[in-house]
C-alpha cells in the first residue's frame, strides 16, 4: 500500500508526498531529514489518500502538483481530514 500525502506547516505551507510508510516519513520531515521541508517545522498531516501500487500513487501526486485548480481544491475541502 503507497499512500499520496498532503502536510501542512505551522506557518500555512503545504507538501505534497508519497510513502509506503505514512507515520515514518511524517517523523523524518519532522525531524529536518528531508531537505525541502526542514525549514517549515513542524507538520502535520492534513490529507491521505490510499493507493495498491507506487505507480498510480505517482500518477496523482504529479496530477496535484501540475495542476493548480485541483491544489486549490484539495487544499481547501482538506481542513479536517487526516
Same mark, same amino acid.
Given at each position: 500500500m503507497f499512500y499520496?500525502?498532503?502536510l501542512q506547516?505551522?506557518?500555512g505551507r503545504h507538501y505534497i508526498g508519497i510513502? &509506503?510508510?505514512l507515520e515514518k516519513r511524517l517523523?523524518?520531515?519532522n525531524?529536518?531529514?528531508v531537505r525541502s521541508t526542514k525549514s517549515y517545522r513542524p507538520w502535520q498531516v492534513i490529507y491521505r489518500e490510499?493507493?495498491?501500487?507506487k505507480i498510480? &500513487?505517482?500518477k496523482r501526486e504529479i496530477f496535484l502538483k501540475r495542476t493548480a485548480k485541483a491544489r486549490e481544491d484539495l487544499f481547501?475541502?482538506?481542513g479536517a481530514i487526516v
Open positions: 499520496l500525502y498532503v506547516s505551522k506557518n510513502t &509506503a510508510d517523523i523524518k520531515h525531524n529536518g531529514g490510499g493507493f495498491i501500487d498510480s &500513487a505517482r481547501r475541502d482538506s
